[in-house]
Every structure is written in structure tokens, then in C-alpha cells.
């Protein structure tokens, strides 16, 4: 097959579906579209998605009134052992806070509220059956220093 021929051919088997998106990214996507719009329909003003940091991401921000809401969403599929949530380990916490710090240092308002939530969303046959939305799930953790 020609160069051409085979760039079509690429072309085509992308248009017609030939990679699925991998299914873990899929949840995700899922997980943090279901926890976007419950969270703005019990009256949160949503500000930014995939907040990066060299270290860690938030997957969501919000304002509630006058605080700042960091959102960790955790999509799983339903009849697991553990409560999604229980994957926001002391590991997970530390790097969230750590980026939290940063979103704030960037508004250059050191007073500014925050708080952290985390919104478990539940999947069964791979549509959104559930959202749970823990508010204040955690406190900031400390920085670590370094001697």
C-alpha cells in the first residue's frame, strides 16, 4: 500500500472507531462529567477542570459562596469492597493539598476559605448510577519539609 493509502486507511479506522477510548479514562471522564453537573445543581459555581501541577492534579474547582471547593472524583464501577472514596489515601491527600496551595498562591489571596471534597460516582454497565458528594472529606495536610 502506498503512503497515501495507508495515512487513508488510518484516517478511516479512527473515524469509524478503530481505538476505543482505554476504559479506566473512560470512567474518569464519565465520573468527573456526572460530579460537574451535580455539584453545580445543588448551587456551586463551577471554575476550572484538571487543574495541573507539577506533582498532581484537582480534578475539579468550585466556589461554594465565599470558599473555594477542591473536588477529588473517584469513579468506580458498582459492588466493589471499599467506598471509592477510601482511594483518597494520606499519599493522595498530601499531593492535593500541595496543589490546593498552589491554585491559591496563583490568586494571591493567602486568606481565601477552601476545603476539600470528594464526589464518588457509582457505574453500572457503564453509565452513571450514582453520585455521592462528601463535603469536607479532608483537611489540608502539612507540608513536608525538607532538612
Known amino acids: 500500500m502506498s503512503e497515501w ?11 469509524f472507531g478503530g481505538k ?11 465520573g468527573e462529567e456526572a460530579a460537574k453537573r451535580h455539584l453545580k445543581s445543588v448551587g456551586l459555581k463551577f471554575l476550572v477542570a484538571n487543574f495541573k501541577t507539577k506533582d498532581s492534579e484537582i480534578d475539579l474547582v468550585f466556589r461554594d459562596d465565599d470558599c473555594l471547593v477542591f473536588v477529588e472524583v473517584k469513579a468506580r ?3 466493589g469492597w471499599t467506598r471509592p472514596a477510601a482511594a483518597v489515601d494520606q499519599r493522595k491527600r498530601s499531593l492535593l493539598s500541595k496543589a490546593a496551595r498552589e491554585y491559591v498562591r496563583q490568586l494571591r489571596d ?8 470528594i464526589v464518588e460516582v457509582l457505574l453500572v454497565d457503564g453509565e452513571v448510577n450514582e453520585v455521592r458528594h462528601i463535603p469536607n472529606a479532608f483537611p489540608l495536610t502539612k507540608a513536608k519539609r525538607h532538612a
Open 20 to 30: 476505543r477510548e482505554p476504559e479506566h479514562l473512560r470512567r474518569g471522564r464519565l
Open 110 to 117: 493567602p486568606n481565601v476559605k477552601f476545603r476539600f471534597d
Open 5 to 15: 493509502g495507508d495515512a487513508m486507511f488510518q484516517f478511516i479506522k479512527k473515524l
Open 77 to 79: 464501577t458498582e459492588g
